[in-house]
């Protein structure tokens, strides 16, 4: 009985440090990134991984427009989702559908849009933001190049 319930707790433990795992390899993204376009700029910090979550807020201002989103990237029924929550709207869930090393791609196919959210890390350490899918028939895609902001 008492090697029944060693394996069982070491069952458990192996299985929650493996989805702890999952989130952790998303720690690239951690920091604030900036992009700045002629008078746009656009900023996005992540704190995390941390108890199985990422959470961030994007913040884009110009002399045209003043926009602000919040995101956050969790566990949820054992699989990592992507919520965002632009201009603090209800929040809308992307299931994760690809990760690699440094690249992360979430997928909402019944969102209107964007149906896609992909992050990742060029070879100069800079972190591009994509979303994509498909408006009135055709595919659209918007882009951000961020560099990491100096501490």
Not at 13 to 19: I, P, S, T
Not at 31 to 53: H, I
Request: some cysteine; overall charge positive.
């Amino acid at each position: 009985m008492k090697k029944l319930l060693a394996v069982l707790l070491c069952s458990v433990a192996f299985f929650h440090a493996a989805h702890a795992q999952e989130i952790d390899k998303l720690a690239w993204m951690a920091g604030t990134w900036t992009q700045t376009k002629g008078d746009e700029t656009v900023q996005e910090s992540w704190l995390g991984p941390r108890a199985k979550m990422m959470v961030a807020v994007n913040l884009t201002t110009s002399a045209r427009r003043n926009a602000f989103e919040f995101l956050r990237i969790v566990e949820k029924d054992g699989a990592l989702s992507y919520f965002a929550s632009p201009g603090g709207k209800t929040p809308v869930e992307f299931k994760l559908k690809e990760m690699r090393e440094k690249k992360v791609v979430f997928e909402n196919a019944a969102h209107d849009f964007p149906q896609r959210v992909m992050y990742w890390v060029d070879a100069d350490g800079a972190m591009t933001a994509r979303i994509e899918g498909v408006i009135q028939g055709k595919e659209r895609g918007m882009e951000w190049r961020f560099e990491r902001a100096r501490q």
